[in-house]
């Protein structure tokens, strides 16, 4: 799918929202300024929307490697792994512990050797027009059949 605005990424973030629950995780993968950030914020705004809530700015965790936000009944988990090394630096996250109950938006999946059954993968790639992106979705469990369309 080929995206020309920020109105249509918005759009996207909309249609995963109407899926997303506690546990589910959504996988960025994209070189540096494709749109990774734009689109978590996206779905973080989205969701404060929905559950009447004041839009916080969203950053990229680049630095932190984690931010995480209480909206309306979930906490989401939105990770940066650009920085990490290895699959032993992913486990001192705790990435995956059981017990956050957590929605996880995590850029710079690559390094996860191990990925949740339920998750959905979102490729972002640059185009010949600077303000376009194509976008490709991989869902796995209860995101198989997932369609942004």
Known sequence: MIIKSLDQLNQISLKIITKINKEDCILLFGEIGTGKTTLTRALINNLQDQNKEDKLEILSPTFNIVYEYDVGEFKIMHYDLYRLKTEKDLQQL?????????????????????????????????????????????????????NAI
């Open 94 to 146: 705790e990435v995956f512990d059981k017990s956050t109950n957590s929605i996880k938006v995590i850029e710079w999946s690559e390094i996860i050797k191990d990925k949740p059954d339920n998750r959905l993968e979102i490729y972002i790639s640059y185009e010949k027009e600077q303000h376009m992106r194509k976008i490709d979705f991989k869902g796995f469990g209860k995101w198989k059949e997932f």
